[in-house]
Antibody, heavy 116, light 107 residues
Framework: QEYLVESGGGVVQPGTSLRLSCAAS????????MHWVRQAPGKGLEWVAI????????YYADSVKGRFTISRDNSKNTVSLQMNSLRLADTAVYYC?????????WGQGTLVTVSS | EVVLTQSPDFHSATPKEKVTITCRAS??????LHWYQQKPGQSPKLLIK???QSNSGVPSRFSGSGSGTDFTLTINSLEAEDAATYYC?????????FGQGTKVEIK
């Protein structure tokens, strides 16, 4: 059984930083690309970032480029999202998702609220 | 950026009815188009990958078709448990993008 468990969400002020983590189990983590996808309250899905299976390739949505950094630790089966200079518009549930092309498994998400 | 436009935004249907949701891409994504189901309070689940391949464990009433810019998700014989929002997603190019979603309500 595959598991993805996100953590690190919370309430923060604009301009501050937060680091999300996603712990994986039940599959060979080091063989798969991983993504972060977010969903603002009551809205649709927005892709945020992708990292290749070995961490050598990373891509970002324009809305977060230069502010967010995706990374992974294959020895600990975790993928992380460092979020800096947070904005009100970054308020969302953040999901990690497994796969490179299709997202074949998603975690339950962690809520990030940016509020003054 | 590839823009995905789904139609309709909302659909209300009775059990056993056939439901069709379309997804149109602003440029060709070949067959790199996937469909997800999201029920209230849950994370999305992969239904169909690469336009027409059913994901493991997905009921056979769900099917997908299309290629290039026009795609369809069909739910044959709608069931109460199918009440959800459905999203298409393209992986033909970066950035990955999603359609705006189609909410399916059961009458």
């Amino acid at each position: 059984q595959e598991y993805l468990v996100e953590s690190g969400g919370g309430v923060v002020q604009p301009g501050t930083s937060l680091r999300l983590s996603c712990a994986a189990s039940g599959f060979t983590f080091s063989s798969y690309g991983m993504h972060w996808v977010r969903q603002a309250p009551g809205k649709g899905l927005e892709w945020v970032a992708i990292i290749s299976y070995d961490g050598s390739n990373k891509y970002y949505a324009d809305s977060v480029k230069g502010r967010f950094t995706i990374s992974r630790d294959n020895s600990k089966n975790t993928v992380s999202l460092q979020m800096n200079s947070l904005r009100l518009a970054d308020t969302a549930v953040y999901y990690c998702a497994k796969g490179w092309l299709e997202f074949d498994y998603w975690g339950q998400g962690t809520l990030v609220t940016v509020s003054s | 950026e590839v823009v995905l436009t789904q139609s309709p935004d909302f659909h209300s249907a009775t059990p056993k009815e056939k439901v069709t949701i379309t997804c149109r891409a602003s440029q060709s994504v070949s067959s790199s188009l996937h469909w997800y189901q999201q029920k209230p309070g849950q994370s999305p689940k992969l239904l169909i990958k690469f336009a027409s391949q059913s994901n493991s464990g997905v009921p056979s009433r769900f099917s997908g078709s299309g290629s290039g810019t026009d795609f369809t998700l069909t739910i044959n014989s709608l069931e109460a448990e199918d009440a959800a929002t459905y999203y298409c997603h393209q992986s033909g190019s970066l950035p990955r993008t999603f359609g705006q979603g189609t909410k399916v309500e059961i009458k």
